[in-house]
């Protein structure tokens, strides 16, 4: 076997190296086709995720600058399969992004966790078709007859209020021209303006919404004191008499542990007429007169006011005169010895404290006609009560200070005065002896006209 020198084993036979080197030849060409379709692929895939067409963009895409080395080195056999795995990578990269919607920076899908039939989707609505109505179907030729055994239709019971025995005492006791009502009060009255006060209550003018009329309302809180009780119903009772020189009970109203007293509205009281100016003579004998008819009619009726005086004797708007504010009336078959009443106008047996009967309304009527010429009660000066009572008992009886009556009318109010209440006359008698006087012209009397129009010189307009 021929032996292989070192010259002969480095010389390769020419048409090996020839094929060699074509084989190497045909690796660049592939390598160099290879980084082409990567270099279009990368190309296509920056064309469609680029949109902005501005010219910064449009040069670099123009001149194919797209960051990768102009220059390649011949790389091998392993790089060339490096390269195609980076290639085949790119191309997921690029077949991902394209599936993704593009939106604006700070714009985010929300990620539906649930899936997209995790709600409830409302039922389909189905139509029906409703049957056609027939009135003649459903009417019976039968008549109707209730549930039950009978035929006869059953009445509903009675509707029974709760007892209110108050209310059951006022129908009692007030005759059934006064009406009694337990319903609100101001849906029948309005337009309410204090005008005075008295015994039991506030009194209140007011309007009757329907007939319009002018209306005093007295106000009175129930109390579960049986006198106090009593003390209403016997004002109530001595009001609904019906005479002409008492104030009228119109209606009572029992709303809210509250009786209200609705009576005719007067035109002012002596009082307020002898806070302008002093009654001459004949006016004062005029309301003398229509007082005692009062006074005459409640002793009559076993009655005791104990609280005569010029505040309670009101005016009409005719000249009439009524008496008013019987809260402190009492019967005179009662055992009264209580201290009761306005001081300046008490007799001596109240301020003593001792039993007395209706002679007393005699004592504080000869005050009230001394307050209606002199326009002050006796007295008036003296505020202390206990040097008040001290005057009344150790004193001479009162007479006229500041004016100047008839010899007459010194002597009727002197004949009242009297301090012993047995020698001190009744209403009856007084009434007698000044119609006496009166029929004589030894009295002067004016007649209601005359007595309006003073008080209409006097008085202010109302408003």
Known sequence: MPTRTA?????LPSSFVKNKRLSKQSIDITNRNDNKSALGIINSSKNKLQRSKSVTNTA????????????????????????????????????ANATKIWRPPGFYEIPNVLGSDCFLKPDTVTGYQLRQSNPQKHISKRPWLPAGIGTDIPQLPPLVRPSNTFECLLRKTLPPSVSISTLDPHNKYDQFREIGTGVNGAVVSAKHR???????????????DREY?????????????GHNNLIRLRDISIWREEVWMVMDLQQCSVFAV???RGLPEPCAVYIANETLKALVYLHSKGFIHRDVKSENILVGWNGEIKLADFGLATRVSCRNRQRLGTSKWMA???IKEQHYDEKVDIWSFGVTIIEMMDRVPPHYSIKDEHELFKAVLHEPSPT???????????????WLLEESPKSRPTAKDVSQELCAHIENKLLRISDAVEFTRFIARVMPPTA
């Not at 010259?7 to 010389?11: E, F, H, I, K």
């Not at 011949?74 to 195609?84: A, D, H, K, V, Y």
């Open 210 to 224: 329907y007939k319009h009329w002018k209306l005093a309302i007295k106000r009175c809180k129930l109390d579960n």
């Open 229 to 241: 009780k009593t003390a209403i119903v016997r004002e109530l009772k001595i009001m609904a008499s």
């Open 60 to 95: 670099t895409a123009a001149k194919g600058n797209l960051g990768l080395p102009m220059t390649m080195k011949r790389p091998s056999t392993g790089s060339l399969r490096r390269r195609i795995s980076n290639i085949s990578s790119v191309n997921k990269s690029v077949d």
């Open 7 to 11: 010259s002969s084993m480095n010389v």
């Open 274 to 276: 002898l806070c302008q």
């Open 348 to 350: 001596p047996e109240v």
């Open 400 to 414: 006229f200070s500041y004016s100047y009556p008839t010899v007459y009318m010194r002597g009727l109010v002197a």
